[in-house]
């Protein structure tokens, strides 16, 4: 690990006396971070995060301060501009203290460790984030942003410096009683999430009724206006939404399309009584809840409207006002949820009825919203060939000022000449005067009773009031791109790209997501353990992967080998890379031998603390990102191979036992079984009528074991906040529907398997002599009941009819 510059000694006679002011070093110039150069330049002697500041705060007998941020923060830029930039602060702080300045997009445990310590010594939290340590990295005071002179009930930021120092210097046993007070705290915390379940009780995902439950939960805070959850500010609930849709699909709808005022967000609530019990009126509930949500995030301002993709997050309640940086992560994630949902809304619109209309045109919807998202992030490739991180929200507006969203507003009088009554774009809020663009056209479309209307975005006008906008744009500086490659968010785009590849037919999505795979893994080498959490410029960070790191990689292998036409079970390639991942999972961060199993998320080698935060915030948590990486290999992959090593041959005894069910007809239902992560599946026979080994069955059961252990920690969460459980609960609703997979030959059977909201799998493999399938035709599995092959798209169809809940 690279701990400072190396061209600039950290000891001897650059190292000043007690109470000596120091020499100014620049050690960020060469820092990988973007955020980090950023500040290379400011009068404070910034160190990067490393074990040498930490003695150098030892030798000179001053507290460590650990400031927090990333490049695209836009009160890290004020904070920076008003302290940082500041003479007089910079000498105080270069006198009483040796200052750390940490992307927390790069060193996300150490951000996790001190946002659990800020949080829970001022019960927010936030960015940029300011802590001050002892010289072992123990926290005692934390906050976030400080203004340069006192505000009501907030300290300036050199008072809250000098009063600091103060306490340092003649009451530092009450300092070191908060540290231990706080870091034992904290270590607690840590060790009942690691533990995960009290020792002696079953390993056990959330079931149905906990499901059931948890969407009842949600619609408590829901927000039946404009969608979300909760007050403002509204983060997209993206994660969330991927579980309802998952829910639906499992217990359905059933008459949920018809009747009611949509309001932009169709009122299923209606045919809460024409489904199937308790659970498909919750289904209806969970339809409302997301088409309310999607058609308002997709019409307000922050989506952008005119280049494509979304915000992180709105200010107002509306959708209408962003924060407008843009984050690689939440557009990935963007994907994700609108091809869910576009499947969805295709599967309703199929089954006729007084809703099919209604849900046509949100499949519509659903459609631009991916479609769309996935060309902006397409504008976002590095010159290494990956996804920038982040843009900026602030640029330079016409006076050389840098203003939050002056790329993206549009001056009032301009909207109101250019764009008339009727345009697809209408100003919505205001950010520094100017107005945000907003598509409220949307929603009239959906509310409409016509038929066969033409959606609002398509037409010549609309395209030309959007070349418009973009002159306007064109004319303006560009915002700050935070280029640097982060190796997890990386990883879920290329896996949403995937998906989309599929779900939407377009090739050329999967070769993106394999030509910005490859770029990804360039600066990894996975065989000898090493995966980067970031990279820049081609070169790969100081800072190594975590657990989401290694996670998501092993996922987006998993989500290129199932679109691999002609890909036999051998391991190599994907599959291969998957597996290095799964295993280096299962022996760096995961102790599978431990009762109950345990799991951190990292731990950072400076300082020595773990973290294993099991919430999913803006992106999975490391725990739900394995746990979805096991439930895939669980059932696909770890089953069909056995785990083997390149040229390994497959040992074990063979199980004789045949699938069970009634297999005559490509219409008949699977019989109820026991619930299986797919440990069993590989024990059903091949198209050859050859049983797999026992061996390979023993291992698929180990991830399943794995994915119990990771996931059983949220049943007593999910009762407190089912909102920071949402993969979590989108992956324990996979589990209870019971896993249908679809394996195919043909990438049209595919396809058409793919717009199945009920369907976990599909899979293109190889087909004919020695293949996975036969050569024509798709086989359909749901646990580990599989129908011999079905000859054509027909009888596919009609058995994933035959299989899906109720929606119409």
């Not at 109470?19 to 160190?47: C, E, T």
């Not at 939404?241 to 932009?264: K, N, P």
């Not at 996935?374 to 203003?403: C, K, M, N, Q, W």
């Given at each position: 690990?690279?701990?400072?510059?190396?061209?600039?000694?950290?000891?001897?006679?650059?190292?000043?006396?007690?109470?000596?002011?120091p020499?100014?070093v620049?050690?960020?110039?060469?820092?990988?971070?973007?955020?980090?150069?950023?500040?290379?330049?400011?009068?404070?002697?910034?160190?990067?995060?490393?074990?040498?500041?930490?003695?150098?705060?030892?030798?000179?007998?001053?507290?460590?301060?650990?400031?927090?941020?990333?490049?695209?923060?836009?009160?890290?830029?004020?904070?920076?501009?008003?302290?940082?930039?500041?003479?007089?602060?910079?000498?105080?702080?270069?006198?009483?203290?040796?200052?750390?300045?940490?992307?927390?997009?790069?060193?996300?445990?150490?951000?996790?460790?001190?946002?659990?310590?800020?949080?829970?010594?001022?019960?927010?939290?936030?960015?940029?984030?300011?802590?001050?340590?002892?010289?072992?990295?123990?926290?005692?005071?934390?906050?976030?942003?400080?203004?340069?002179r006192?505000?009501?009930?907030?300290?300036a930021?050199?008072?809250?410096?000098?009063?600091?120092?103060?306490?340092?210097?003649?009451?530092?046993?009450?300092?070191?009683?908060?540290?231990?007070?706080?870091?034992?705290?904290?270590?607690a915390v840590?060790?009942?999430?690691?533990?995960?379940?009290?020792?002696?009780?079953?390993?056990?995902?959330?079931?149905?009724?906990?499901?059931?439950?948890?969407?009842?939960?949600?619609?408590?805070?829901?927000?039946?206006?404009?969608?979300?959850?909760?007050?403002?500010?509204?983060?997209?609930?993206?994660?969330?939404?991927?579980?309802?849709?998952?829910?639906?699909?499992?217990?359905?709808?059933?008459?949920?399309?018809?009747?009611?005022?949509?309001?932009?967000?169709?009122?299923?609530?209606?045919?809460?009584?024409?489904?199937?019990?308790?659970?498909?009126?919750?289904?209806?509930?969970?339809?409302?809840?997301?088409?309310?949500?999607?058609?308002?995030?997709?019409?307000?301002?922050?989506?952008?409207?005119?280049?494509?993709?979304?915000?992180?997050?709105?200010?107002?309640?509306?959708?209408?006002?962003?924060?407008?940086?843009?984050?690689?992560?939440?557009?990935?994630?963007?994907?994700r949820?609108?091809?869910?949902?576009?499947?969805?809304?295709?599967?309703?619109?199929?089954?006729?009825?007084?809703?099919?209309?209604?849900?046509?045109?949100?499949?519509?919807?659903?459609?631009?919203?991916?479609?769309?998202?996935?060309?902006?992030?397409?504008?976002?490739?590095?010159?290494?060939?990956?996804?920038?991180?982040?843009?900026?929200?602030?640029?330079?507006?016409?006076?050389?000022?840098?203003?939050?969203?002056?790329?993206?507003?549009?001056?009032?009088?301009?909207?109101?000449?250019?764009?008339?009554?009727?345009?697809?774009?209408?100003?919505a809020?205001?950010?520094?005067?100017?107005?945000?663009?907003?598509?409220?056209?949307?929603?009239?479309?959906?509310?409409?009773?016509?038929?066969?209307?033409?959606?609002?975005?398509?037409?010549?006008?609309?395209?030309?009031?959007?070349?418009?906008?973009?002159?306007?744009?064109?004319?303006?500086?560009?915002?700050?791109?935070?280029?640097?490659?982060?190796?997890?968010?990386?990883?879920?785009?290329?896996?949403?790209?995937?998906?989309?590849?599929?779900?939407?037919?377009?090739?050329?999505?999967?070769?993106?997501?394999?030509?910005?795979?490859?770029?990804?893994?360039?600066?990894?080498?996975?065989?000898?353990?090493?995966?980067?959490?970031?990279?820049?410029?081609?070169?790969?960070?100081?800072?190594?992967?975590g657990?989401?790191?290694?996670?998501?990689?092993?996922?987006?292998?998993?989500?290129?080998?199932?679109?691999?036409?002609?890909?036999?079970?051998?391991?190599?390639?994907?599959?291969?890379?998957?597996?290095?991942?799964?295993?280096?999972?299962?022996?760096?961060?995961?102790?599978?031998?431990?009762?109950?199993?345990?799991?951190?998320?990292?731990?950072?080698?400076?300082?020595?603390?773990?973290?294993?935060?099991?919430?999913?915030?803006?992106?999975p948590?490391?725990?739900?990102?394995?746990?979805?990486?096991?439930?895939?290999?669980?059932?696909?992959?770890?089953?069909?191979?056995?785990?083997?090593?390149?040229?390994?041959?497959?040992?074990?005894?063979?199980?004789?036992?045949?699938?069970?069910?009634?297999?005559?007809g490509?219409?008949?239902?699977?019989?109820?079984?026991?619930?299986?992560?797919?440990?069993?599946?590989?024990?059903?026979?091949?198209?050859?009528?050859?049983?797999?080994p026992?061996g390979?069955?023993?291992?698929?059961?180990?991830?399943?074991?794995?994915?119990?252990?990771?996931?059983?920690v949220?049943?007593?969460l999910?009762?407190?906040?089912?909102r920071g459980?949402?993969?979590?609960?989108?992956?324990?609703?996979?589990?209870?529907?019971?896993?249908?997979?679809?394996?195919?030959a043909?990438?049209?059977?595919?396809?058409?398997?793919?717009?199945?909201?009920?369907?976990?799998?599909?899979?293109?493999?190889?087909?004919?002599?020695?293949?996975?399938?036969?050569?024509?035709?798709?086989?359909?599995?749901?646990?580990?009941?599989?129908?011999?092959?079905?000859?054509?798209?027909?009888?596919?169809?009609?058995?994933?009819?035959?299989?899906?809940?109720?929606?119409?």
């Amino acid at each position: 690990m690279k701990l400072r510059d190396a061209t600039v000694p950290a000891t001897g006679r650059d190292r000043p006396e007690k109470g000596r002011k120091p020499a100014v070093v620049n050690r960020l110039r060469d820092a990988s971070s973007p955020y980090l150069r950023q500040h290379a330049d400011n009068p404070v002697d910034w160190w990067p995060w490393c074990a040498e500041a930490f003695d150098e705060a030892r030798s000179r007998d001053v507290p460590v301060l650990v400031s927090i941020g990333y490049s695209t923060c836009h009160w890290c830029h004020v904070m920076a501009a008003e302290s940082f930039a500041d003479p007089e602060t910079a000498a105080q702080l270069n006198a009483d203290y040796v200052s750390i300045k940490v992307d927390r997009e790069e060193l996300p445990t150490v951000d996790a460790y001190y946002m659990d310590a800020l949080q829970a010594m001022r019960g927010a939290g936030g960015w940029p984030m300011t802590v001050i340590a002892d010289h072992d990295g123990r926290p005692f005071f934390t906050g976030t942003y400080f203004p340069p002179r006192p505000r009501p009930g907030q300290p300036a930021f050199r008072q809250v410096l000098s009063a600091v120092t103060e306490t340092w210097r003649t009451e530092r046993e009450r300092v070191d009683g908060i540290a231990s007070h706080l870091t034992d705290a904290l270590a607690a915390v840590h060790e009942k999430v690691a533990a995960s379940l009290p020792a002696g009780t079953a390993a056990e995902v959330p079931g149905a009724e906990e499901l059931t439950a948890a969407v009842e939960m949600l619609e408590a805070s829901f927000d039946a206006r404009t969608g979300g959850f909760g007050p403002a500010p509204k983060f997209p609930p993206l994660m969330t939404v991927i579980q309802l849709i998952t829910h639906i699909a499992r217990v359905g709808v059933g008459d949920a399309g018809g009747g009611g005022d949509s309001g932009g967000g169709a009122d299923a609530g209606s045919a809460a009584d024409a489904g199937s019990g308790a659970d498909a009126g919750s289904g209806a509930r969970a339809l409302r809840m997301v088409r309310t949500t999607m058609s308002h995030i997709a019409a307000g301002g922050m989506r952008d409207q005119v280049e494509g993709g979304i915000a992180r997050y709105s200010v107002d309640g509306q959708w209408h006002v962003p924060h407008f940086e843009k984050m690689l992560y939440d557009n990935a994630l963007y994907i994700r949820a609108t091809t869910a949902w576009f499947r969805l809304e295709q599967w309703l619109a199929g089954g006729g009825g007084t809703g099919a209309q209604l849900a046509s045109r949100y499949a519509a919807l659903a459609a631009r919203e991916a479609r769309e998202t996935i060309a902006y992030l397409r504008t976002t490739l590095t010159p290494e060939g990956t996804f920038a991180a982040a843009i900026d929200a602030d640029s330079l507006d016409d006076h050389g000022r840098s203003v939050e969203g002056a790329y993206y507003t549009v001056a009032a009088a301009d909207m109101q000449d250019a764009f008339p009554t009727g345009s697809l774009f209408t100003a919505a809020g205001r950010v520094e005067g100017r107005s945000v663009i907003t598509a409220p056209a949307l929603l009239d479309w959906l509310d409409s009773a016509q038929d066969a209307q033409t959606p609002p975005w398509e037409g010549e006008q609309v395209e030309a009031d959007r070349q418009l906008l973009l002159d306007m744009r064109a004319e303006r500086a560009f915002p700050h791109v935070d280029d640097k490659t982060v190796t997890e968010w990386n990883a879920l785009a290329v896996t949403a790209l995937a998906e989309a590849a599929l779900v939407f037919a377009e090739p050329d999505y999967a070769d993106t997501a394999r030509e910005v795979f490859t770029a990804l893994l360039a600066t990894a080498d996975l065989p000898a353990g090493r995966l980067p959490r970031s990279s820049a410029a081609g070169k790969p960070g100081d800072n190594a992967g975590g657990l989401a790191d290694w996670a998501g990689v092993g996922r987006a292998a998993i989500a290129l080998e199932l679109l691999d036409t002609g890909r036999r079970h051998a391991v190599g390639d994907n599959l291969g890379i998957a597996v290095a991942a799964a295993r280096h999972i299962r022996s760096h961060f995961i102790d599978t031998s431990s009762e109950p199993m345990r799991c951190t998320d990292g731990t950072d080698p400076v300082i020595g603390f773990s973290t294993s935060d099991p919430v999913d915030n803006v992106t999975p948590a490391g725990r739900t990102a394995a746990a979805e990486l096991f439930l895939l290999l669980a059932e696909l992959i770890v089953p069909a191979i056995g785990w083997r090593e390149p040229g390994a041959g497959e040992t074990g005894d063979t199980d004789d036992r045949e699938g069970e069910g009634d297999h005559s007809g490509d219409g008949d239902r699977f019989n109820d079984g026991e619930h299986s992560v797919g440990g069993t599946r590989g024990e059903r026979a091949g198209t050859s009528g050859e049983p797999r080994p026992r061996g390979a069955a023993e291992l698929g059961a180990e991830a399943s074991d794995i994915v119990y252990g990771l996931l059983s920690v949220y049943r007593p969460l999910i009762q407190e906040a089912p909102r920071g459980c949402g993969w979590a609960l989108y992956l324990s609703e996979l589990l209870e529907s019971r896993m249908v997979h679809v394996t195919t030959a043909s990438r049209t059977l595919a396809e058409r398997a793919a717009r199945y909201p009920l369907v976990a799998v599909v899979e293109i493999a190889a087909e004919g002599p020695g293949g996975s399938v036969p050569e024509s035709g798709a086989t359909v599995c749901r646990d580990a009941i599989c129908l011999p092959p079905l000859s054509d798209e027909r009888a596919l169809a009609r058995q994933l009819d035959r299989l899906s809940p109720p929606r119409s």
